[in-house]
């Protein structure tokens, strides 16, 4: 199960993706309620502020594994994450993607804006050094992801 973890400007939003009741295949994805700023501690820091999230008291989301939407110059998305063939939803059960590919191919069915607990998180523009299709920009790592 993977996760995902979004970042605005020098504030960081966490979106994750995990195994929801209706089907234990989707994988759930939200935007942490909570902003930081740019130092997160690496993949390993910000995969630990997505999963806090998720585990929190007033997460609806199923438990499970859950990971940064971000690139560090050397990981990805894309080398990171399982890449399902089943549904992404967010907490509340609607479909923003029929399976990696999908969520890959730069157009969401629905945009992602949904925190842990299921309420909006308002828009946000993300700075995550990460194309849509998972890869890491395509700019020197350094001013693509903020020197990793």
């Known amino acids: ?15 994750t993706i995990t195994v929801s009741a209706a089907d ?9 309620s909570a902003t930081f700023d740019s130092n997160l501690g ?10 806090a ?15 940064a939407w971000l690139s560090d110059g ?11 063939s089943h549904p992404y939803v967010l907490p509340n059960g609607k479909k923003i ?23 909006p998180v308002g828009y946000q523009p993300f700075w ?3 194309n849509p299709d998972g890869t890491t920009v395509g700019f020197d790592a350094y001013n693509g992801t903020c020197g990793g």
């Open 74 to 84: 050397t990981n990805s998305p894309n080398t990171r994450f399982t890449k399902s």
């Open 42 to 51: 690496g993949l390993t820091g910000a995969d630990a502020k997505c999963q």
């Open 1 to 15: 199960m993977n996760n995902l973890l979004i970042i605005t400007s020098t504030v960081a939003l966490l979106i």
């Open 97 to 119: 993607a029929e399976g990696y590919t999908d969520l890959t191919d730069g157009s969401l069915l629905i945009p992602i804006s949904l925190g842990p607990d299921g309420k």
């Open 24 to 32: 234990r295949n989707e994988k759930t994805v939200f935007v942490t």
């Open 53 to 67: 999230e998720a585990d929190g008291p007033t997460s609806i989301v199923p438990s499970g594994t859950y990971l």
């Open 128 to 130: 995550t050094g990460t």
